[in-house]
């Protein structure tokens, strides 16, 4: 489970490029996370994120929250995984 200064440690890590949803999904989502587990986020951006900003907000929240963090767009999402994201998800933003 996040605390709720993860929570705001991710939304302000992420706040300069506009969010307009951000979730968590996965073994976290689920209360099921263990140590080697990692961190998986649903971000949708209201501005165009490139793929290097992508790339250092997953260092910087890694960095920051002290686990392996797994940033991916509400755009990319593969559509065979949406639903079961969807079905995981909790939403922070």
């Known amino acids: 489970m996040i605390t709720q200064q993860e929570h705001l440690i991710i939304i302000n890590i992420l706040r300069p490029y506009s969010p307009t949803k951000i ?48 940033l991916v767009t509400e755009r990319s999402v593969n559509p065979r995984l949406r639903k079961y994201i969807e079905n995981d998800l909790k939403r922070i933003l």
Not at 37 to 61: H, M, N, P, Q
């Open 23 to 70: 979730g968590i999904f996965g073994s976290y989502a689920r209360n099921e996370a263990q140590e080697e587990s990692d961190l998986d986020l649903l971000v949708d951006f209201r501005k165009t994120v490139s793929l290097l900003d992508l790339v250092g907000l997953e260092i910087e929240l890694s960095e920051q929250l002290g686990i392996k963090v797994d």
